[in-house]
């Protein structure tokens, strides 16, 4: 069904995370692997590891990391010291452009969220199918690994900021990329596929 160098499943931290976190070790095992942000604490596993803000996760030395170079050349930001001291790190200039993917070597485009440019990226390297995992794009939904005291807060993105990211999933990264949707309850306009089909073909 997909050419396992040419297909990247791409994990996000929505609370479907939680519903499969026991088939997640298995995914990554058999496929190219790249976490959002923090996932990589819960899942240290993971091939790549991408981040648009300043917040240095826990990164095994064999992962990749991809990140906004201006973290990086700054030693006042918190990734700074993760990063000069990691062996696999590929650092871009980040360009707010929700029209396209840049195809340029040291840039990659952003549209809201760190998604969006972890899809340039896969774009860049040559994959040509993405699955999405625990990128729902929910107002208010709390990060799978969250802080579930009642004071904790959930990512802050209002309707017009998710509505956004949506269509730039659907309209413009699906013109680059043939993308899935992982979580069955999903209302993103993306083709299905299920963990059942991906650990069996």
């Not at 058999?30 to 596993?45: I, Q, R, V």
């Not at 998604?115 to 860049?124: Q, T, V």
Request: proline fraction near 5%.
């Amino acid at each position: 069904m997909f050419d396992y160098e040419k297909t990247l499943i791409l994990f996000g931290r929505s609370p479907y995370i939680n519903e499969i976190k026991n088939e997640i070790p298995l995914l990554i095992q058999k496929y190219h692997t790249m976490g959002c942000n923090y996932f990589c604490e819960s899942f240290p596993d993971v091939e790549y590891v991408v981040f648009y803000d300043d917040i240095a996760p826990k990164v095994k030395p064999e992962s990749t990391i991809i990140t906004n170079v201006k973290h990086y050349v700054d030693d006042t930001k918190v990734c700074y010291n993760l990063c000069r001291n990691h062996k696999n790190i590929e650092l871009y200039t980040i360009n707010k452009d929700f029209e396209s993917f840049t195809t340029g070597d040291s840039k990659l485009n952003f549209c809201i969220h760190t998604p969006s440019m972890a899809l340039n990226w896969a774009y860049k390297k040559g994959f040509e199918t993405v699955i999405l995992a625990g990128i729902d794009l929910i107002k208010n939904t709390p990060h799978f690994d969250a802080d579930t005291t009642p004071d904790a807060t959930c990512p802050n993105f209002n309707d017009s900021a998710i509505n956004r990211a949506r269509r730039h999933l659907t309209e413009v990264a699906s013109r680059y990329l043939k993308i899935y949707q992982l979580n069955p309850k999903s209302d993103i306009e993306l083709e299905k596929i299920t963990i059942k089909e991906l650990l069996e073909q």
